[in-house]
Nanobody, 126 residues
Framework: QVQLVESGGGLVQAGGSLRLSCAASGRTFSSYTMGWFRQAPGKEREFVSGIRMRDGSTYYADSVKGRFTISRDNAKNTGYLQMNSLKPEDTAIYYC???????????????????WGQGTQVTVSS
């Protein structure tokens, strides 16, 4: 059993910053991808960013490139999403997820991810 627990969401004004964390516990593996997704009301869940926990390689959606930074601390089995220059359109529930694979490719489709956190709300006011 694997648990993913997100934290760090909240309410922020446009242009502000938030840092999300995702702590993985339970039967984890050394080689996997941690992904961040978000879902706004009435919209489909969309990929935000992913990181290969073994080598730190990253991938970003175009909509967040240059504003968001994903990172990880392997000693803590925790991933982070630093979100800067936030916009109202970033408002959503943010989920972290784990894709248990040795592949070097970072999947962007949610169906590839095996375990999910409960989500954390991010609200950006204009």
């Amino acid at each position: 059993q694997v648990q993913l627990v997100e934290s760090g969401g909240g309410l922020v004004q446009a242009g502000g910053s938030l840092r999300l964390s995702c702590a993985a516990s339970g039967r984890t593996f050394s080689s996997y991808t941690m992904g961040w997704f978000r879902q706004a009301p009435g919209k489909e869940r969309e990929f935000v960013s992913g990181i290969r926990m073994r080598d730190g390689s990253t991938y970003y959606a175009d909509s967040v490139k240059g504003r968001f930074t994903i990172s990880r601390d392997n000693a803590k089995n925790t991933g982070y999403l630093q979100m800067n220059s936030l916009k109202p359109e970033d408002t959503a529930i943010y989920y972290c997820a784990a894709h248990w694979t040795a592949s070097s490719t970072i999947a962007t489709m949610s169906r590839w991810y095996d375990d999910w956190g409960q989500g954390t709300q991010v609200t950006v006011s204009s």
